[in-house]
C-alpha cells in the first residue's frame, strides 16, 4: 500500500504504452497519476506521429487512386489542394481523440499533468514547477524523438524533422529525404502525391534496409515512378542554406549532380530514446551504451520500483509493442503471471503499396544460418488484386519445414497491413502451413493469398500451377 503522500502509481508519458498502463492499472484499483509534457494525453503517436501520418497518408492515397483509376476511363480534373483545409482536418482527428483521452482519464480518475518530471532517487520525481512527488511505483513510458547526425545539423525552416515534415507548412517545389527507412518513405509518397518532386537517398544498398528484398522490390518500382530519383551507397556530407533553398553536398557513384539545391531537406534517419535529463542515474537506473533502459521480461529495470516500457526500453519502436509492454507491466507489479515473451510483433510500412511482416523473416533466418522453406503466392494470380488494378503484390511465408509450422508472414500490396493480423495469430498460436490451406478465406480477397500460400508446400494451387518435380 501506499504510504499517505505517496502516489501509487506513476506513468511518465502519455503515449499508447503510458496510457495503457495507466488506464490497466486504474481498472484495477490503483491510484494513478499520468504525466506528460503534452496539454493532453496522447504521447508523439497521436499529436506528432502515427496518428497525423496517416491521416496525410489517406490524403496521398486518394490523389494517387484518382490517378490510378485512369486505365478504367475514369479521370479527374487538375489536382488542387488546400494546405489550411488539410491541416485542420488532420488536428480536428488528433483532437477529437485527445479529448477522448482525456475523457477517459477523467472516468477512470486518473490524475493527469502537463508538465516534465525527473528523478531525484528511485522513490521520487521533482517536477517541473520545483515540486516533489513521492511513488511507491513508476512506469517510464517517455517515448523516442528524432534523430539527427552532426553532419546534417543546419538552424533552419527548411531543414525538417518528421515533427515539422508533418505540420505541413508549404508544398515545396523539391524536397530531399535523407534516410529511405519507413519514415523517409511514408513522407516522401506524402510530398510527391501532394506534388513535390521528391529525392531519397539512402547510405544502404536499398531502401528500408533489414526488410525482405522481395517485399521492398514492389515498393521501390512503385515509387521510382513517383519519386524524382532515389539514390542508394549515397550519403548527404553537409547542408549549406542559400537563397533558394539549401546547398546539399552528395557523395555517391549513381550521383550525376553532387550539388543539387532542393527547396526544403527532411532528415529521417531514426530515432533515439527520450531517456536524457530524466535524472536516472539519480534513481540508480540502468541504460546500455545506446541510450535505452535494461528491463527483464516483466518490463522491470534494476530497480523494484521502476518499470520501462515503449521506445526506451529498446527496439522495436512501435506503439503496439508499448501498448502490450505497459498491461505487462502493470500486471507483473501486481503479481499476476505476465511476461513480454511475444513472437510475432507485427511491423506496417504506411507506403503504397504497403509492407507488413510478423515473426521471423527471411532476411534473418539466412543471418541465423537456420533452415526454412518459404512459401509465395503472387497477387498477380488474385483475383481481388485484378479488380483493384494492384497485382504487384506478395504473399510469402517462412515455415518450418520439419513440422511444417508457420514462423513467420510477410506481405507487399494494397492493404498489406490489414491482412498481417491473420499471421501474426497464426504464428502466435504454432499454426502449420496446413491449417492456413485449411481455412476456408472469403472470395474474393486478398486474404485468400494467404491460403493459396500455405496450399503452394503441398503442390500445385488452384491459381499457381508448378509441375510437379
Not at 531514426?270 to 521480461?297: H, M, Q, S, W, Y
Not at 499471421?423 to 481455412?439: K, N, T, Y
Request: glycine content about 10%.
Amino acid at each position: 500500500m501506499a504510504q499517505a503522500g505517496e502516489k501509487d502509481l506513476v506513468v511518465l508519458g502519455a503515449g499508447p504504452g503510458g496510457y495503457a498502463a495507466a488506464f490497466l492499472a486504474a481498472d484495477k484499483g490503483m491510484q494513478v497519476t499520468l504525466i506528460d509534457g503534452l496539454q493532453k494525453p496522447g504521447g508523439t503517436c497521436l499529436h506528432v506521429g502515427c496518428i497525423p501520418s496517416k491521416a496525410l497518408l489517406h490524403v496521398a492515397k486518394i490523389i494517387t487512386d484518382s490517378k490510378d483509376a485512369a486505365p478504367w476511363g475514369v479521370s479527374f480534373g487538375k489536382l488542387t489542394v488546400d494546405i489550411d483545409t488539410l491541416r485542420r482536418q488532420g488536428q480536428k482527428v488528433v483532437d477529437t481523440l485527445a479529448k477522448n483521452l482525456a475523457e477517459l482519464c477523467k472516468r477512470r480518475k486518473v490524475e493527469y499533468i502537463s508538465g516534465k518530471a525527473s528523478f531525484e532517487n528511485s522513490r521520487t520525481l521533482r517536477l517541473g514547477d520545483g515540486t516533489r512527488m513521492t511513488f511507491r511505483r513508476c512506469v517510464i513510458a517517455v517515448g523516442s524523438s528524432p534523430t539527427r547526425p552532426a553532419s546534417l545539423e543546419l538552424d533552419s525552416p527548411r531543414v525538417m524533422d518528421s515533427t515539422a515534415a508533418l505540420r505541413v507548412e508549404d508544398i515545396p517545389k523539391s524536397l530531399l529525404v535523407v534516410g529511405g527507412g519507413y519514415i523517409g518513405l511514408e513522407l516522401g509518397c506524402v510530398y510527391a502525391a501532394l506534388g513535390s518532386e521528391v529525392t531519397v537517398v539512402e547510405l544502404t544498398d536499398g531502401l528500408l534496409p533489414g526488410v525482405d528484398r522481395d517485399l521492398v522490390r514492389p515498393l521501390q518500382a512503385r515509387v521510382e515512378s513517383q519519386f524524382h530519383k532515389i539514390y542508394l551507397k549515397t550519403k548527404v556530407a553537409r547542408l549549406t542554406e542559400v537563397k533558394n533553398g539549401i546547398h546539399v553536398g552528395l557523395e555517391g557513384e549513381e550521383v550525376a549532380d553532387k550539388t543539387p539545391v532542393f527547396a526544403k531537406v527532411l532528415v529521417a534517419v531514426g530515432r533515439r530514446p527520450n531517456t536524457r535529463g530524466l535524472g536516472l542515474e539519480n534513481a540508480g537506473v540502468d541504460v546500455d551504451a545506446k541510450g535505452f533502459i535494461k528491463v527483464d521480461d516483466k518490463r522491470r529495470t534494476n530497480q523494484e520500483s521502476i518499470y520501462a516500457i515503449g521506445d526506451v526500453a529498446g527496439e522495436p519502436m512501435l506503439a503496439h509493442k508499448a501498448s502490450h509492454e505497459g498491461k505487462i507491466a502493470v500486471e507483473a507489479m501486481l503479481g499476476e503471471p505476465a511476461a513480454f515473451d511475444f513472437q510475432a510483433v507485427p511491423a506496417v510500412v504506411f507506403t503504397d503499396p504497403e509492407i507488413a511482416w510478423c515473426g521471423l523473416t527471411e532476411t534473418d533466418a539466412r543471418r541465423q544460418n537456420r533452415e526454412v522453406k518459404v512459401l509465395r503466392f503472387p497477387w498477380a494470380a488474385s483475383g481481388r488484386a485484378a479488380t483493384l488494378g494492384r497485382t504487384e503484390g506478395l504473399t510469402k511465408l517462412i515455415t518450418e519445414p520439419e513440422t511444417e509450422r508457420l514462423l513467420g508472414v510477410g506481405l507487399v500490396g494494397y492493404g498489406a497491413g490489414e491482412l498481417i493480423a491473420e499471421g501474426v495469430l497464426a504464428v502466435e498460436m504454432a499454426a502449420s502451413a496446413r491449417d492456413l490451406s485449411l481455412i476456408i478465406h472469403p472470395h474474393p480477397t486478398l486474404s485468400e493469398t494467404i491460403g493459396e500460400a500455405a496450399e503452394s508446400l503441398f503442390g500445385p494451387t488452384t491459381h499457381v500451377y508448378k509441375p510437379r518435380r
